[in-house]
């Protein structure tokens, strides 16, 4: 399982990225997939998650302002992030399964700063 992140910097508040993660070494189209971030000296946090018919879910900290896509002819899955606040700054990684239980990548960092 080869995960792959990438479309990390640093934006100012109320700015967009687009974050993508390459996946490899697995059937991709079988698995749901995750978005989890980690900010310095706090645990994991699930950010979002998608099913494999396309279904997604987030929690109430970034509805409305992120979304999770994914393209399995390309093998990749997606992370559009609007609206950006200083505390979406973090260490982002995406993984296997909705609820990003599984295994991840080395994450793309992420710095919301004016």
């Known amino acids: 399982v080869q995960l792959v992140e990438s479309g990390g910097g640093m934006v100012q508040p109320g700015g967009s990225l687009r974050l993508s993660c390459a996946a490899s070494g697995f059937t991709f189209s079988s698995y749901g997939m995750a978005w989890v971030r980690q900010a310095p000296g706090k645990g994991p946090e699930w950010v979002s998650g998608?099913?494999?018919?396309?279904?997604?879910y987030y929690p109430d900290s970034v509805k409305g302002r992120f979304a999770i896509s994914r393209d399995n002819a390309k093998k990749t899955l997606y992370l559009q992030m609007n609206s950006l606040k200083p505390e979406d700054t973090a260490l982002y990684y995406c993984?296997?399964?909705?609820?990003?239980?599984?295994?991840r990548g080395q994450g793309t960092q992420v710095t919301v700063s004016s």
């Open positions: 993984a296997r399964e909705v609820d990003g239980s599984g295994e």
């Open positions: 998608v099913s494999t018919g396309g279904r997604t």
